[in-house]
């Protein structure tokens, strides 16, 4: 197999992002800088990675924080599966192999998950990990299959039933693993900074940035 890691990332703009977890406007942006380059960072060590990010305007923040073997592109108009989408065509564009899709709100998501995630796209057509609110936080093609990005309520807990639901349809073998979570809410920020405090090193810039923040 010859993966490739897709990170979709919005850029670190202070009241832009991460706007859920009642932190000042600079605060927010400083832990979007380091959600994307502890997830960046972890990719990278498992397979290529490219970042698809948003908006386009504002790319030159995110590819700051970026290695230079990391290839950005912009995410295009449209729904989350739209962008996801094309993010996904462009990868298989360039070249065949199981594509991973990950979002940077899951800093606690530990590379040997991830690997096994690919592991299981060998005999698998999609392989995803939900997320404990109704979403993923990470999901995995062999091929290009747009069914799974069509008629999808993005951002509510109706996404992960639903991809599951497209992918049935269309005739995918599918491969589940355990949830996880991810960070949207101020209790989840709890759940990280506690996860962190006990290993900082499954997400290093993102622990360094909470130890600076008020509880």
Known sequence: MNPRILVMAK??????????????????ASLQEALIADTVDKARAIAPVTVAGTSTEHLGLISALLPTDVQLIPQPEGDLGQRMLAGVRHLFDEAPGPVIILGTDAPTLSPAYIEQTIRTLEDHDISIIPSEDGGYVLIGLREVHEAIFTNIDWSTEHVHGQTLTRAEESGLSIHETKPWYDVDEPEDLQRLRRDLSRDPEISPHTAAVLKDLPA
């Open 11 to 28: 850029a670190p703009i202070p009241g832009l992002t991460k706007t859920r977890l009642r932190l000042t406007l600079a605060s927010t």
